[in-house]
Every structure is written in structure tokens, then in C-alpha cells.
């Protein structure tokens, strides 16, 4: 009157193993769940019961104990329900228990015996497959079985053909491999962004190097526009990515989704968003949504309006491209290799550095027939700022950003107005995302080939093999240091930003220009408080000024 089924559990993005073990004795009619098992499980009991009966069982008529082993692990969901009627099955004789060695179960039941797809599985399949075990789950998650090399899979919609194909009666076929076709997904064009050709090189160098980006302008420059045309002009994940991201969606809420295989996460969450939304938690463990843009984009748009904890709490991940979540009882770890983009004003009205430049000369209407031609119309008050925000409100604004997240982001680029005419231009010569993901593929691969990993994860000895900057380069960064007080961390990031540059450029030694360049995309690296580009004069160390060129930035 004993029973054992394998299954496992779900805990953040592992599988650990679990066994049930059935005891079907005398006594009282009742079912007891034991070992540590969440509401979901112990309210399985119900669901098991009306299953077994639908389906043209008999419930046993003594007391029924369930053991969901180890007993020191949390367990939760309906992912059991199948385990676990097997089992009673088993131990009451109504099924042989050879039938169930081979396989691991996994599934909810419904009322009438239907089999409900349950969330993890992708985690819980990959450790079967390494393990050489088949797997028996419902038809609901057959597409993520699909991606999953090496698995022997089994698909069933009830608990009826479950016991048909385990007895052979109605063997079902197994679940065959998916194709290893691309997904073509339609992002956004960057072609359709008119204007701001300095943001487009700086969207550029950061998909190339995948360097984080800080957007920084007034409202309706086009931030947001450029932050979602950054996945488009990313190459196409690798197989083994595409199924990391794909582990950590499935061990999430939102669950498994096939239309989004292979293609890059894109994560916008709202700036009301809670630490744990962010970076993950909860009992058992989640991803938040910096691993839900594992291998893509985290978008955090009004970057300031984020509360300061939060924003903090990214800056570790930035670093180690994960995050280890820990609590008293346990400890889980989710990868979090993103790529940040955010998005800021440079003050709270948002205007600061606008002027209403309308030269207007004279103001007047003539009227024609039922219409009005303007001959012309204007303002006076030429150069005048919108702005009316005062410095300390401003300094107040910017306070919200701590030094240490700064100084975590490779380029801080200014967003201006888009002049109108350049709107209304029917012709837009600016290269579309299929062209400028052509560069950023064959600067990655140059990457890749000469270091085996891209230039925003470079080591400080990385840096020494790969980004060492000529005599040139070294005084103009020192020259930069001094001036504008950089960190060692800034430092470093403009070297690898200064890499990148020269990989998009095919070059094989960085020279000034590359460091120049890069050099430009830190805007907030000054008093933070200038909302327009400045020249910086550069002096060599010497008394005699260097007249040559790429001798200075501007």
C-alpha cells in the first residue's frame, strides 16, 4: 500500500528533485499532505479526489498520507496533482507501479481530470534531460518542451490518456524538437527617427559594446523613440541564449511564450515599480525585470522619478550581471546581463536649455475668401528660455541620481529639439536599423574573436591587453581626469566605450580620435547643471600647447 512518483520542484531557476511517496492505511477517510507544502498543494487533495472519480476510479476508503520529499523545501502550484494521483493509483492497486519508474510527472488537474499547464517547466526539463529521465506533462506545455535538445517528452490532455499510454493501451507520440528557424520579429525602424544624429551614434556604440546609455533632453525629443529602436538593431540571440531568457520567462509570472523565442527582451516598467519588482523576490523566488531583460534592454524611462532605493539596488548588477537574492530560509541567484537605457529631463519642468526662438518680424492675417493666409507671424522675445526652474531646484532634481549609478553608465548623451523642417522632410537619409545592425554584428564579432567577450564586460587586465591608450590618448584622459574629477570606474568605461568606438571604426589600435569620441558621451561626468554641450580647451602638460590634430574635444 506504498506508492513513489518522481517530479521536481520549482525554485527560481532550478529544478530540484522531488519524490512522492503515497501510504494508502487503515483508518478514517482523509488525505494528509506533509512536507512543507504552500496552500496550492495541500488543496490538491480536493482536486486529486474529483479527478480520480470523473475519470471512473476508486477513491480508497482508509486514510491516505502524501509525502512530498525533501521535507525541508518549499513547494508550491498544482504542478503535483498528477504526481500524486498516479501514486494513489499505484498504491491502491488500480495501476502498476513498474509503469511509473521510467517517468517524471508533471501537472494540475482539473475537476474532470483535464491536464493544466503549470509555469517552470523549461527549468524542470533541461535538468530531466540531463538526467536521461522521460518526462510526462500536459499538452499545454509541449512548446517548451519543443526547445529543449536531447528531452524525451510526453504529451497528455487528461488524466485518462495518461493511463492509457502508460499501460500501452493508446501509446502517445513524443513531443518532437521545434525548428531552428529565427523568429522574424518587426521592431521598430530606427529610420523613422529624423534628426539627432549624435543619439544615433551613441545608440549605436552602446549596441555594439552593449555599454549602458543615459538619454538625457526635454519632452518630445524623441528618448523614448530611440530607446525602443535599440532591440531592432541587436544581432538575433544564439541558441543558448535564447534559451537562458527563455528559463528565466518561464520561471516568471507572465510564463512561456513561443512568438517571443529568439528575440531580444525589451522591459519598460513603469517608474512606480516596487525594489522587488526590479531586481526580484518574493516566496519562493521570481525574476524581476532586470533578469526578465537577460541578453536585451531595461528601459527605465524618467530615470529620476524612480524611488532612490531602487535605483540603488541596480547597482550591483550593473557590475556582476547578477543578482543573488537572499532571505533567512534560502538563498536563489538569477542572471541580470542587461542592457540599461534611460531616459531623464534635465530639470523638473523638463525646458532647461529650451528658448522660444521665433523670429517672427511682423504678426498679421489677410483675409482671402473663407480662409486666412499668414503672410507671417512671430514672437517677439528672441532666445528667451521656457524654463523657470531655479538652481537649487535643479540641483534638488538631479540629487535624485547618485554618483556611484553615474558613474555604472558608459554614456550620458543630450537630446535636443528636432528642428521642424527636418520632421516635415519627405526624404531621411539616415541609415535604417538592418544597416546599422550589419555594423553592429561585424564590431561584435571583432569583439568576440579577439577577447571572447564583448567590451562592456572587459576586465581591468582586459583593458590592459585591449584598450591600452597611446601616449596621446593618456594625456588628454589625464588632462580629462583632472578637470572633470573621474573615478577609476569612469575611467574604465571610457576606455571601453574608446574600444568600441575603434572596433566600429575596424581598427585595430584605439588612437586619440577613438577616446575623443568617447569622451563626448559623458555629459554628466561635469557640474551637471549646463543643459548644452561646451567646448573644453585641452593643454598638453607641457607649457607649449599642443597644436595638432585630435589634440583637443569638443
Not at 40 to 69: C, H, I, M, Y
Amino acid at each position: 500500500m506504498l506508492a513513489t512518483v518522481l517530479s521536481r520542484a520549482a525554485f527560481g531557476m532550478k529544478a530540484p528533485p522531488v519524490t512522492i511517496d503515497v501510504h494508502v492505511g487503515p483508518g478514517l477517510p482523509a488525505l494528509t499532505v506533509v512536507g512543507l507544502a504552500e496552500a496550492a498543494v495541500r488543496e490538491s487533495k480536493d482536486r486529486v479526489r474529483s479527478a480520480l472519480t470523473t475519470t471512473g476510479f476508486q477513491w480508497p476508503p482508509g486514510r491516505v498520507t502524501v509525502n512530498l520529499s525533501p521535507a525541508d523545501l518549499p513547494k508550491d502550484g498544482g504542478r503535483f496533482d498528477l504526481p500524486i494521483a498516479l501514486a494513489i493509483l499505484a498504491a491502491t492497486c488500480q495501476l502498476e507501479s513498474r509503469f511509473l519508474m521510467p517517468y517524471e510527472f508533471y501537472g494540475e488537474l482539473s475537476l474532470g481530470g483535464e491536464l493544466r499547464p503549470v509555469r517552470g517547466m523549461l527549468a524542470s526539463l533541461c535538468q530531466a534531460a540531463l538526467e536521461h529521465h522521460r518526462v510526462l506533462l500536459p499538452r499545454g506545455n509541449a512548446t517548451e518542451a519543443e526547445r529543449v535538445e536531447s528531452a524525451r517528452v510526453v504529451a497528455a490532455a487528461n488524466l485518462a490518456e495518461v493511463i492509457h499510454h502508460l499501460t500501452g493501451e493508446r501509446p502517445l507520440p513524443e513531443v518532437p524538437r521545434a525548428s531552428a528557424e529565427v523568429n522574424d520579429v518587426a521592431y521598430p525602424d530606427l529610420a523613422e527617427v529624423r534628426g539627432q544624429p549624435q543619439a544615433r551614434r551613441a545608440l549605436e556604440i552602446a549596441a555594439a559594446g552593449a555599454h549602458s546609455l543615459l538619454l538625457i533632453g526635454p519632452p518630445g525629443a524623441g528618448k523614448s523613440m530611440l530607446a525602443h529602436r535599440l532591440p531592432g538593431i541587436l544581432p538575433p540571440l544564439s541558441s543558448a541564449e535564447a534559451l537562458e531568457s527563455a528559463l528565466i520567462a518561464s520561471a516568471s509570472a507572465q510564463g512561456f511564450r513561443a512568438e517571443h523565442w529568439s528575440s531580444r527582451p525589451f522591459r519598460s516598467p513603469h517608474h512606480t515599480s516596487t525594489t522587488a519588482a526590479l531586481v526580484g523576490g518574493g516566496s519562493p523566488p521570481a525574476p524581476g525585470e532586470i533578469s526578465l531583460a537577460h541578453h536585451g534592454v531595461l528601459f527605465l524611462d524618467e530615470l529620476p522619478e524612480f524611488e532612490r532605493e531602487t535605483l540603488e539596488a541596480l547597482r550591483e548588477p550593473l557590475e556582476t550581471a547578477r543578482i543573488t537574492i537572499s532571505r533567512a530560509a534560502w538563498q536563489s541567484e538569477f542572471p541580470a546581463r542587461f542592457q540599461l537605457v534611460a531616459a531623464m529631463n534635465p530639470c523638473p519642468c523638463g525646458y532647461a536649455g529650451e528658448g522660444t526662438a521665433y523670429a517672427g518680424k511682423a504678426s498679421g492675417y489677410a483675409a482671402e475668401g473663407s480662409g486666412y493666409a499668414g503672410k507671417a507671424s512671430g514672437y517677439a522675445g528672441e532666445g528667451s528660455c521656457r524654463c523657470r526652474c531655479s538652481r537649487v531646484s535643479i540641483e534638488r532634481y538631479r540629487a535624485r541620481l547618485s554618483g556611484p549609478l553615474l558613474d555604472r553608465l558608459d554614456l550620458h548623451v543630450r537630446v535636443g529639439r528636432t528642428d521642424v523642417t527636418t520632421l516635415f522632410n519627405a526624404r531621411n537619409l539616415s541609415d535604417s536599423s538592418a544597416v546599422v545592425r550589419l555594423r553592429v554584428a561585424r564590431a561584435r564579432t571583432r569583439q568576440l574573436e579577439r577577447q571572447g567577450a564583448l567590451n562592456s564586460a572587459l576586465t581591468s587586465s582586459d583593458l590592459e591587453r585591449y584598450a591600452h591608450p597611446d601616449r596621446e590618448s593618456c594625456d588628454l584622459l589625464s588632462f580629462t581626469a583632472h578637470r572633470f574629477n573621474l573615478s577609476a570606474r569612469a575611467y574604465g568605461r571610457i576606455l571601453r566605450v574608446a574600444r568600441t568606438i575603434a572596433d566600429l571604426a575596424a581598427a585595430d589600435a584605439m588612437t586619440v580620435h577613438h577616446v575623443s569620441e568617447a569622451l563626448l558621451f559623458r555629459a554628466l561626468d561635469d557640474d551637471g547643471l549646463d543643459t548644452q554641450p561646451r567646448a573644453v580647451p585641452y593643454a598638453q602638460p607641457s607649457e607649449e600647447r599642443d597644436e595638432r590634430p585630435g589634440s583637443g574635444f569638443h
